[in-house]
Each structure stands twice: as structure tokens, then as C-alpha cells.
């Protein structure tokens, strides 16, 4: 099973600024993805990011918005941009598993607070 | 109506008992069905897989999925306390996507 971490694992931030946030993987990857968990709420998918070509967002998502980098197999970031209390949640990435898509590897998550 | 619906609990057990979790879901299509554990401030872990239709088991656990009535299920077998965490069913729906339920948290006591 694929190694997942993500930096920062929490953070504070104030309103209008922007955080990014990074996964590195121990493997390589063809596909990654990037959720938002909200309390109570389940996993919603934000984008998948595919090496080499632009993220796909999902409805409600945009570029702008959450702007996605992933320029190795390895490694992708998650911009959360001029944020809002709103955006307070845990961010997660994951990585498609050996066996197939529908397997997932998920890194710890990141915990955004915006104030 | 949502592609999956989840009972978010919270499920308070003793420790011992056989908890039983479910999912209803809506596209009768969906081919591929997990169970997530998550614990606190961690990510998922995949628990188990089902393709289609039928029972599946690991050790404590069975994954039951009923596709006739749309439904699907965890159970596990003397639950212990470090059963306690988030479970969340999940459907593999294509495109490289998969939706998940709200996920329904279970407490077993000492």
C-alpha cells in the first residue's frame, strides 16, 4: 500500500489569504485525487489530478478556487484560495490503489481553520 | 435523493456485540462497493471491497451487498474498542470517481 503524507497538518489561517497544501507519495502514481471533509458531512471530491495535464475539478469546484499543481507521479498541491470561513474543513489526498480504482489510499488530512 | 445515504449515528455498543452498519444507495447500475474505517484525525483506510452482489468476509468483519433492494451493509463480530472510529460505505461510480456516505460513527465501550 502506498505511503501518504501531507503538510501542514492543520492551520490557522485569516480570511481573503490563501494556504497551500502538499502530498508527497512514496510511489508512483498515475492518478491522484483531492477531497474536502466537512463535520458531519461525507468525502466530497474536489479534482483529480492527472500527471502531466490539467485537473479535473467537480461540479461546485473551480480553478480559481483551488488551484492544483502535480508536476511528478509523486507530488501534487492543493491551493485553497482567498478563503472564508467557509472553506474550514480537512482537506485530503489520495492515490488510486494497485488493485484499481476503486481503492483508495488516503494521507492524513489536513485540518484548515479560517477565521 | 442523494447517491448514497448513511446513517451518521453516533453507534454506542457494548464490547462484544455485532454491530451492523448500512448504506441505501440509488443508481442500481453501481458495480463496486467499500467500507472505510476512519479514526480520529486520520485519513480512510479501505476495510473491504465487494464487487456486485453477495456476502464477503475477513476475519470480524462481512460486507453484504443486496443489489435487488439497494442496500449494503457491515457487519462485525465481537466488536472491540478499537473497532471505534468512522465507517463509511463507498461506491466505485466510474470516471475515476467514487462517492461516499456521510459515515456513521461507532463507539464500542469496555
Known amino acids: 500500500s502506498a505511503v501518504i503524507s501531507q503538510k501542514p497538518s492543520r492551520d490557522i489561517c485569516q480570511r481573503g489569504t490563501s494556504l497551500t497544501i502538499q502530498c508527497q507519495v512514496d510511489?508512483?502514481?498515475?492518478?491522484m485525487f483531492w477531497y474536502r471533509q466537512q463535520p458531519g458531512q461525507s468525502l466530497t471530491l474536489i479534482a483529480t489530478?492527472?500527471?502531466?495535464?490539467?485537473?479535473?475539478?467537480e461540479s461546485g469546484f473551480v480553478i480559481d478556487k483551488f488551484p492544483i499543481s502535480r508536476p511528478n507521479l509523486t507530488f501534487s498541491t492543493l491551493t485553497v484560495s482567498n478563503m472564508s470561513p467557509e472553506d474550514s474543513s480537512i482537506y485530503l489526498c489520495?492515490?488510486?490503489?494497485?488493485?484499481?480504482?476503486?481503492?483508495?489510499?488516503f494521507g492524513p488530512g489536513t485540518r484548515l481553520t479560517v477565521t | 435523493q442523494k447517491e448514497v445515504e448513511q446513517d451518521p449515528g453516533p453507534l454506542s455498543v457494548p464490547e462484544g456485540a455485532i454491530v451492523s452498519l448500512n448504506c441505501t444507495y440509488s443508481n442500481s447500475a453501481f458495480q463496486y462497493f467499500m467500507w472505510y474505517r476512519q479514526y480520529s484525525r486520520k485519513g480512510p483506510e479501505l476495510l473491504m471491497y465487494?464487487?456486485?452482489?453477495g456476502n464477503k468476509e475477513d476475519g470480524r468483519f462481512t460486507a453484504q451487498v443486496d443489489k435487488s433492494s439497494k442496500y449494503i451493509s457491515l457487519f462485525i463480530r465481537d466488536s472491540q474498542p478499537s473497532d471505534s472510529a468512522t465507517y463509511l460505505c463507498a461506491i466505485y461510480t466510474g470516471g475515476f470517481k467514487t462517492i461516499f456516505g456521510a459515515g456513521t460513527r461507532l463507539f464500542v465501550k469496555a
Open positions: 489520495s492515490v488510486e490503489g494497485q488493485t484499481g480504482l476503486y481503492e483508495q489510499y
Open positions: 465487494t464487487y456486485s452482489s
Open positions: 489530478a492527472n500527471q502531466g495535464s490539467e485537473a479535473t475539478y
Open positions: 510511489s508512483q502514481v498515475t492518478m
